[in-house]
Nanobody, 124 residues
Framework: VQLQASGGGLVQAGGSLRLSCATS????????MAWFRQAPGKEREFVGA????????YYADSVKGRFTISRDNAKNTVYLQMNSLKPEDTAVYYC??????????????????WGRGTLVTVSS
């Protein structure tokens, strides 16, 4: 599965951005999709995930109430709506895909497919 993330950019604190992650793979609707982020000098961390059906959605505590994950299986695309952005949200954001889990959905090692990442910079 080849994933392409887009939508990053520079935004002021308190602003919003919407990231997209698209694929041409017709099996997209069978994958759990997740967003991770990696800030400079830090490890890649879980942001959120959405089940293949869109019914189950999970968020990291640091973004809960500010970020929203959604998907459109007809368009083979998953979205990350980010509101009330803070400087500490500055990171490269990656989308990831997995069908099967032997561990936690928050573990980046559970995802075999990754997009290249898109940079989000939040200025204070």
């Amino acid at each position: 599965v080849q994933l392409q993330a887009s939508g990053g950019g520079l935004v002021q604190a308190g602003g919003s951005l919407r990231l997209s992650c698209a694929t041409s793979d017709r099996t997209f609707s069978t994958y759990t999709m997740a967003w991770f982020r990696q800030a400079p000098g830090k490890e890649r961390e879980f942001v959120g995930a959405i089940s293949w059906s869109g019914i189950s959605i999970y968020y990291a505590d640091s973004v809960k109430g500010r970020f929203t994950i959604s998907r459109d299986n007809a368009k083979n695309t998953v979205y990350l709506q980010m509101n009330s952005l803070k400087p500490e949200d500055t990171a490269v954001y990656y989308c990831a895909a997995a069908r099967f889990f032997s561990g936690s959905y928050t573990d980046r090692g559970q995802y075999p497919y990754w997009g290249r990442g898109t940079l989000v910079t939040v200025s204070s």
